[in-house]
């Protein structure tokens, strides 16, 4: 099952402007995590924000969490064609902090 | 450079046969994974292991088995593949130490016909 769904599924934005991505979980978490993955590439880190966590930066990333509503949202600043990936938050529970992932936002940056 | 590396990166398996994947990670991380990725979809955790000779069953562990012999080492056995099972494979490692996210490989993509 995925734990946590991704809107939109996919996001079409020139380049410059913000790119927001929501994300919506189902159960309780130790903490939640954005990934980017390029096309037929594997998995990169972006940012962890911790369940007692409300806010967290990291360059043009901005992570919220709203542990009450089990949602958590990425955006990205001034997107460039580079930010062209898929983007997945993933939660962090259990004994070995096992991730469940969402389905993905495919975003698009056009030049 | 430090990482996750995996073997082989594509595959090509007749209905049947058997497999293993290999993953090794060079950062002395306790907490290795392996997930599925199936077209449009996020992944799927298959099995996992907290540290040498350790193991558990994720999510999807049906048709795999899996062993941590050495602590750098998580290896992915498919005993009879099956056409279900075609899909990319990732393997992952983490530490317990502190929150951090996943470090990935870059994925073995496994075709079964």
């Known amino acids: 099952s995925q734990q946590g769904e991704e809107d939109p599924q996919a996001l079409s934005i020139q380049e410059g402007e913000n790119a927001t991505m929501n994300c919506s979980y189902k159960?309780?978490?130790?903490?939640l995590q954005w990934y980017r993955q390029n096309s037929g590439r594997g998995l990169v880190h972006l940012i962890l924000?911790?369940?007692?966590?409300r806010e967290k930066h990291s360059g043009r990333l901005r992570v919220t969490l709203d542990t009450s509503k089990k949602s958590s949202s990425l955006l990205i600043t001034a997107s460039r064609a580079a930010d062209t990936a898929s983007y997945f938050c993933a939660t962090a529970s259990g004994s070995a902090r096992q991730l469940t992932f969402g389905s993905g936002t495919q975003l698009t940056v056009l030049p | 450079n430090a990482g996750v590396t995996q073997t082989p990166k594509f595959r090509v398996l007749k209905t049947g046969q058997s497999m293993t994947l290999l993953c090794a990670q060079d950062m002395n991380h306790e907490y290795m994974y392996w997930y599925r990725q199936d077209p449009g979809m996020g992944l799927r955790l298959i099995h996992y292991?907290?540290?040498?000779?350790?193991?558990a069953k994720g999510e999807v562990p049906d048709g795999y088995n899996v062993s941590r012999l050495k602590k750098q080492n998580f290896l992915l056995g498919l005993e009879s593949a099956a056409p279900s099972q075609t899909s990319v494979y990732f393997c992952?490692?983490?530490?317990?130490?502190?929150?951090?996210?996943?470090?990935f490989g870059s994925g073995t993509r496994l075709t079964v016909v």
């Open positions: 292991s907290v540290g040498e000779g350790t193991t």
């Open positions: 924000i911790r369940s007692n966590e």
């Open positions: 159960t309780s978490i130790n903490n």
């Open positions: 992952a490692s983490n530490t317990p130490r502190g929150n951090y996210g996943y470090t």
